[in-house]
């Protein structure tokens, strides 16, 4: 039961161009969406949420959209670095006292911004 | 180094022995997760531990696998008679202990992980 899926495997832009990676979720009950971002051989690396009450949030070159209706959320990154060249992972969590911070995570999708 | 420190970083096991993998949360975090990254999928939760308590193990096969996070040291996921299709890496994550006021992001704080390779 996937409760969390990135449907593209993978994302090729240019540098300079908007990347978008999208993530689809099943469970209304949801609470908090996340992204993470994976280098090789490192662990994952946290890089922007959103709260379910919210559709939008934004720090620096990355921005989060929160469609609620459709159970999609999406991240842009403008403009895309070839330093932005990684997997990033969409996660989500449930309400804290029932779940704690458990997340539950896509399978992920590889960006390569290219130079 | 205030993170998340896991060790062995890389673990060479033959099938039927034993793995012990362990992690140190973050200062001033109480709660421990673990998940598995099979080669070429996402991470996969497997348990949710505070200290001397198991407080979700849904995502634990129910042989071989176990965990502890005892009073003092370190969370130890413990793998027993390990087989070909326990080679993965095994994250391991903390957060604080959120109650009442403050938001919940919800974030947890990540080490390097643990590759376990078994022969």
């Known amino acids: 039961d996937q409760q969390v899926k990135q449907n593209s495997p993978s994302l090729s832009v240019q540098e300079g161009r908007i990347s978008i990676l999208n993530c689809d979720y099943t469970?209304?009950?949801?609470?908090?969406f996340l992204w993470y971002k994976k280098y090789p051989a490192e662990g994952p690396t946290f890089l922007i949420s959103?709260?379910?009450?919210?559709d939008k949030n934004e720090d620096g070159r990355f921005t989060v959209f929160l469609n609620k209706s459709a159970k999609h959320l999406s991240l842009h990154i403008v403009p895309s670095q070839p330093g932005d060249s990684a997997v990033y992972f969409c996660?989500?969590?449930?309400?804290?006292?029932?779940?704690?911070?458990?997340?539950?995570f896509g399978e992920g999708t590889q960006l390569t911004v290219n130079p | 180094n205030a993170g998340v420190m896991q060790n062995p970083r890389h673990l060479v096991r033959r099938r039927g022995q034993e793995a012990r993998l362990r992690c140190s949360p973050m200062?001033?975090?109480?709660?421990v997760y673990w998940y598995r990254q099979l080669p070429e999928e996402g991470l996969k939760f497997m348990v949710y531990?505070?200290?001397?308590?198991?407080?979700?193990e849904s995502g634990m096969p129910k042989e071989r696998f176990s965990a502890e996070f005892p009073k003092e040291g370190p969370s130890i996921l413990r793998i027993q008679q390990v087989v070909r299709g326990d080679s993965a890496a095994y994250f391991c994550?903390?957060?604080?202990?959120?109650?009442?006021?403050?938001?919940?992001?919800?974030?947890?704080?990540f080490g390097e992980g643990s590759r376990l390779t078994v022969l």
């Open positions: 531990l505070q200290k001397e308590n198991i407080i979700d």
């Open positions: 959103i709260s379910s009450i919210k």
């Open positions: 469970n209304s009950m949801f609470d908090y």
């Open positions: 996660a989500a969590s449930g309400k804290k006292e029932t779940s704690g911070s458990r997340l539950t």
């Open positions: 200062k001033g975090h109480s709660h």
């Open positions: 994550a903390s957060s604080p202990l959120y109650y009442a006021s403050g938001p919940n992001t919800g974030e947890l704080f």
